[in-house]
């Protein structure tokens, strides 16, 4: 019922890190991350589910790493190898129904979203 809240966007050079954290309602049982570029659909880039189990997009995948602390209601999104391509607005998005997907019609809520730029 309340939407989630990302922050930790910034800028960062190709190869660096950066780690986004969102706060979510205690009731989700599937959070996920998406991102979209200018002129692009967004994209699906990986989501988590209540018991912890994960998925990835193969675009991200061995790169980024979701985790969800169910204590502190928050999801992150460990970025690391950051490429120029990565330069996207971030959002977090959230249900209430088991099953995770990587299908932006299939979550209820979203964050505002924050922006992550890579330079080379």
């Known amino acids: 019922q309340v939407p989630p809240v990302e922050s930790g966007g910034g800028s960062v050079q190709s190869g660096g890190s950066l780690r986004l954290s969102c706060s979510v309602s205690i009731y989700m049982r599937c959070m996920a991350w998406f991102r979209q570029a200018p002129g692009l659909e967004r994209e699906g880039i990986a989501q988590i589910d209540i018991d912890g189990r994960a998925t990835y997009a193969a675009s991200v995948k061995g790169r980024f790493t979701i985790s969800y602390d169910n204590n502190k209601n928050t999801v992150y999104l460990q970025m690391s190898s950051l490429k120029p391509d990565d330069t996207a607005t971030y959002y977090c998005?959230?249900?209430?129904?088991?099953?995770?997907?990587?299908?932006?019609?299939?979550?209820?809520?979203w964050g505002q979203g924050t922006q992550v730029s890579v330079s080379s």
């Open positions: 998005a959230t249900r209430t129904d088991f099953g995770c997907s990587g299908s932006s019609g299939d979550y209820k809520f």
